[in-house]
């Protein structure tokens, strides 16, 4: 069973960037598929990112395609966000999860990850 510790997160002005890292420890990093979501006050919590095993392929979420980049170092056991240009509307607490998977693939869903950090706050000021 593997455990998630986010860690990065901050406070930053509009146009600014963060990375926010997620650690891994407790299992097979490169068997996981990883995904990063975030929830505002008030509101569901919603995809971000995710990145495949290998980091061969990756999905974003459209109102963050062209400003964020995941990333991972399966030999860090890390996976990484890469948030640039950021807007007020980012504000949110940021998880990241995991999810094992055979195949090659990219998950999308909250419902379908299994285990997830305890979230970094992201803020950004207008």
């Known amino acids: 069973q593997v455990q998630l510790v986010e860690s990065g997160g901050g406070l930053v002005q509009a146009g600014g960037s963060l990375r926010p890292s997620c650690a891994a420890s407790g299992g097979t990093f490169d068997r996981y598929v990883m995904g990063w979501f975030r929830q505002a006050p008030g509101k569901e919590r919603e995809f971000v990112a995710s990145?495949?095993?290998?980091?061969?392929?990756?999905s974003y979420a459209d109102s963050v395609k062209g400003r964020f980049t995941i990333s991972r170092d399966n030999a860090k056991n890390t996976v990484y966000l890469q948030m640039n240009n950021l807007k007020p509307e980012d504000t949110a607490v940021y998880y990241c999860?995991?999810?094992?998977?055979?195949?090659?693939?990219?998950?999308?869903?909250?419902?379908?990850?299994?285990?997830w950090g305890q979230g970094t706050q992201v803020t950004v000021s207008s």
């Open positions: 990145i495949s095993r290998s980091g061969g392929k990756t």
């Open positions: 999860a995991a999810e094992v998977r055979l195949l090659t693939s990219v998950v999308v869903t909250t419902q379908e990850y299994d285990y």
